[in-house]
């Protein structure tokens, strides 16, 4: 019954080679995000997306892009990544209402070597 | 100074015990309030939200509010083992932006 699906879900990379993390979901949002989660820290948003229209956070890295070509579909793209981008990386979907909470994946653990 | 704090933990108690989680926030815009339960190696999962100051009770959880001190709580009651879990607390100005603030997350163990 899983509504946000993130694949893979273990994603081992090495440094410096770009990598695609993706997300699907079947709720029809209009909102998608991306978050990073470090090891006992809080998400920390680094995209969303209302429709087609992208919000990029001020401090999200430019090494970290991301594309929606439709609404059931995201990807978060690591162009060149670093040891310091090894963490957990969670998609979350929510409806238009601007107070309606956040639907979560099972996240993406990605390893840089 | 974080905007949302939360101890971190571990918080290990026995099952059946009562529970209490809490967050404490600086901005006083927050009006929206959210617990989310994350299990290892999982994705958050709402357990529940409110607006407004006080409690609200879903089975064995409640949430309180208390906007006069920027401080929430979860109280978990009849604590069992699956609740073991970490607890994000998150918080948002109502009406206003996508963005949640979240707390690092309490880890919770629950012994039999």
């Known amino acids: 019954d899983a509504m946000v699906i993130q694949n893979p879900r273990y994603q081992v990379t090495q440094f410096g080679k770009p990598v695609t993390l993706s997300c699907s979901q079947t709720?029809?949002?209009?909102?998608m995000y991306w978050y990073q989660q470090k090891s006992s820290q809080a998400p920390k948003l680094l995209f969303h997306?209302?429709?087609?229209?992208?919000?990029n956070e001020a401090d999200t890295p430019d090494n970290f892009q991301s594309r929606r070509p439709n609404t059931s579909f995201c990807f978060l793209d690591i162009r060149s990544p670093g040891l310091g981008d090894a963490a957990m990386y969670l998609c979350?979907?929510?409806?238009?209402?601007?107070?309606?909470?956040?639907?979560f994946g099972n996240g993406t653990r990605l390893t840089v070597t | 100074q974080k905007e949302v704090e939360q101890d971190p933990g571990p918080l290990s108690v026995p099952e059946g015990a009562i529970v209490s989680l809490n967050c404490t926030y600086s901005?006083?815009?927050?009006?929206?309030f959210m617990w989310y339960r994350q299990y290892s190696r999982k994705g958050p999962e709402l357990l529940m939200y409110?607006?407004?100051?006080g409690n609200k009770e879903d089975g064995r959880f409640t949430a309180q509010v208390d906007k006069s001190s920027k401080y929430i709580s979860l109280f978990i009651r009849d604590s069992q083992p699956s609740d073991s879990a970490t607890y994000l607390c998150?918080?948002?100005?109502?009406?206003?932006?996508?963005?949640?603030?979240f707390g690092k997350g309490t880890s919770l163990l629950v012994t039999p």
């Open positions: 979350a979907t929510r409806t238009d209402g601007a107070n309606s909470p956040l639907h």
């Open positions: 709720l029809n949002h209009n909102v």
């Open positions: 997306y209302y429709d087609k229209d992208f919000n």
């Open positions: 901005n006083s815009a927050f009006q929206y």
């Open positions: 409110t607006y407004s100051s």
């Open positions: 998150a918080m948002r100005v109502l009406d206003s932006g996508y963005a949640l603030n």
